[in-house]
């Protein structure tokens, strides 16, 4: 286990080198957050439903770009090759990564939640807080997932591009920054096949604006994802183990 | 970064959540309220107790309860009337937490995105605390390809042809719509409008609407459109009109067919005169209501401006009042010259400067806008109603301008304002 611990610590500790990973991670929610749920005037008296979508956009994030970016370089510059020739369990490595993009996910919902309470007037009872905190927290788990995927299967280089290929519109598509009804109903379609709508309609259903369907139901959707995301990582395991494929 | 950096941070984020601010604590939802005057929906009963057992009113009685419970205290001159229903709205946003600043707990929105619509329906069956009004929607519309309803973006499936009335109401049906709204302009009027159905599609789509057993109104907005959506079979006219007064023949065929009308005064007297808002609304309102929302309603108006066609509106609304019709109060909130909540006390107001009784008009935004919506439940103070209230004072014969500042409102027995 203190393998596993020293492994999270390493890589804390290479994340708080790496100013360019945190600070848009950070800013990028709480800045959009503050134009668009607190001084546009569409959001007046919606700043609690705009909380939630900005923070699921906001903890996707992290998953997504130390996952994807961090894979990729490692993998590509023979980093994880030299790993599994070491005692390391290459579960440490993923668990590492796993923990840390939910701390700095947390972050972000810490400062979401400060911004929104002290700017927006939010209050929420501390059920839902915590609630909250549980869902996106352990929500960043399907990204990871496809992170991982991305870093297993593109170059260090391209690999950001990557994820902004992919994290940008997946939040457009998913209605966390416009109300899904104001776009046309194939985009609908699309929404209900992405994880972040249904993350985000849990977040919704904390605070009684969920949609029609059974919160479990996004919850098991969001479970085979991260399932079969992990089912195509297996079968690419090959990939983790060599500069060689670049 | 060691184990106890770890659970730090972990105590850290605890605290931090537990320091979060919460809402502000509510009363629960079961009460007396009285000896207080009421006006019950339809009638007058002074001095009385009403009793709210978790959300649903279970006794209105001249004689004080006898058992103990936590009782709301009355001023002698204080009124309560139940929950107002605006009958022609468009929600989205926070329009249904803003109908309750007014007092206006029911709303009837007639053409809306249909994914509120799912919402709406768990939300009113419940009597758990909620900051909004109750909704039942028509959803989409049913409207022409490029007809009025299409410019707004959200595809309201347009009717193409003659076979796809039913399956348009079905489809509407099928996403959770209360009713049926269709929107018709008859080939003959005299001022142009976008495309709409035919007269044999109206019909169609108002039959289909009928042998699925809801109702089917529809949005006119002259007398000659108004004349066919009757003789088609509508139940409902959502809006009024004002190119002529309303004649006699169509009153008798209306009261014949009980067919009611929503005339949405307020938002044409913004389009053909534009005052009453600055006039009458605004000196009457001071502060009751976000500066900003005020200027959007004494901002612009009077597109249409004509004299004839105000005279006709004040004509057509003491035809109606003089009538035996079921005329409803609705605001068509937001469009231009409203806002959620206030604009049906405009309306209300509007009744009021145009001599209509207190009472007709706060049992049109009541008991009988339940009745014709088919909502159960709203609309009146009786034993089995669910406990949407509004407290005013002093008497409501006072003027309608009391309503701006209600000084209380309960929402399935919460007093939410």
């Known amino acids: 286990m203190s393998q596993w611990i020293v492994e999270a610590q390493m890589d804390m500790r290479a994340l708080l080198r790496s100013p360019s990973f945190y600070i848009p991670a950070f800013a990028f929610p709480v800045v959009f957050y503050f134009f668009f749920g607190i001084m546009v005037d569409f959001s007046n008296g919606h700043s609690d439903y705009l909380l939630i979508s900005y923070a699921c956009f906001g903890i996707m994030g992290p998953p997504f770009f130390h996952l994807a970016v961090s894979i990729a370089s490692e993998r590509t510059h023979g980093w994880l090759t030299l790993k599994l020739l070491s005692p390391m369990q290459f579960n440490s490595f993923i668990f590492a990564k796993l923990v840390n993009s939910a701390a700095f996910s947390a972050v972000i919902l810490l400062l979401l939640y400060i911004e929104s309470a002290w700017l927006a007037g939010v209050r929420l009872w501390f059920w839902q807080w915590g609630l909250l905190t549980l869902i996106f927290t352990l929500g960043t788990l399907p990204f990871a997932a496809l992170g991982m995927l991305i870093g297993a299967l593109v170059a260090d280089r391209a690999a950001a591009g990557v994820v902004n290929l992919i994290y940008l519109p997946m939040a457009l598509l998913s209605g966390l920054w416009f109300p899904l009804f104001l776009m046309p109903d194939w985009v609908q379609w699309i929404a209900y096949g992405l994880p972040s709508y249904h993350l985000v309609q849990l977040g919704y259903a904390v605070i009684g604006k969920g949609d029609e369907v059974s919160w479990y139901w996004h919850i098991i959707y969001l479970c085979l994802f991260s399932i079969s995301m992990m089912a195509v990582l297996r079968s690419l395991s090959g990939r983790f183990s060599g500069a060689s494929h670049e | ?417």
């Open chain 2, 1 to 417: 970064m060691n184990k106890l950096t770890w659970i730090i941070g972990a105590g850290a984020v605890a605290a931090l959540l537990w320091l979060l601010p919460e809402p502000a604590p509510v009363e629960d939802n079961s009460f007396t309220i009285g000896p207080i005057n009421v006006f019950d929906g339809e009638k007058v009963l002074r001095a009385h107790y009403v009793s709210v057992e978790e959300g649903v009113i279970v006794r209105v009685e001249s004689q004080p309860p006898k058992a103990v419970q936590r009782v709301y205290p009355t001023k002698p001159d204080q009124w309560i009337i139940p929950g107002l229903i605006d009958s022609h709205v468009h929600t989205w946003g926070d329009a249904r937490e803003r109908a309750l600043d007014f007092g206006v707990t029911t709303v009837i929105d007639l053409f809306g995105h249909p994914s509120e619509l799912r919402r709406a329906r768990q939300q009113r069956n419940s009597v758990q605390l909620q900051q909004e009004a109750d909704m039942w929607g028509a959803g989409r519309l049913v409207t022409a390809p490029d007809g009025h309803g299409t410019q707004f973006g959200f595809s309201p499936h347009p009717l193409a042809d003659d076979d796809s009335a039913e399956s348009a109401v079905s489809e509407r049906l099928a996403e959770g719509s209360d009713f049926i709204k269709i929107v018709y302009t008859a080939e003959d009027v005299d001022y142009p409008h976008r495309p709409s159905i035919s007269y044999q599609q109206l019909q169609r789509v108002i039959q289909a609407a009928h042998d699925q057993q809801v109702l089917a109104v529809v949005h006119v907005a002259d007398h000659l459109s108004a004349e066919h959506a009757v003789t088609a079979g509508a139940d409902g006219l959502v809006h009024g009109f004002f190119d002529q007064p309303i004649s006699e023949q169509l009153i008798d065929k209306m009261e014949q067919l009980q067919v009611f009308i929503v005339p949405t005064n307020i938002i044409y007297e913004h389009l053909v005169h534009g005052e009453f808002n600055k006039q009458v609304l605004l000196p009457a309102c001071g502060d009751c209501f976000n500066q900003q929302k005020l200027n959007n309603l004494s901002r612009g108006g009077a597109n249409m401006a004509s004299t004839s066609f105000y005279n006709n509106l004040k004509t057509n609304t003491r035809l109606l009042d003089e009538s035996e019709l079921d005329v409803l109060v609705g605001s068509d909130a937001p469009n231009p010259g409203t806002e959620h909540g206030i604009s049906l006390i405009a309306e209300l107001m509007w009744l009021e400067a145009q001599a209509v009784n207190w009472q007709v008009a706060i049992h049109s935004a009541t008991a009988l806008a339940a009745e014709r919506w088919r909502i159960k439940g709203r609309g009146r103070i009786a034993v089995g109603q669910r406990a949407d209230m509004v407290l005013i004072g002093p008497s409501p014969a006072q003027g309608m301008h009391l309503l701006l500042d209600p000084q209380a409102v309960w929402k399935n027995g919460y007093q939410v304002r």
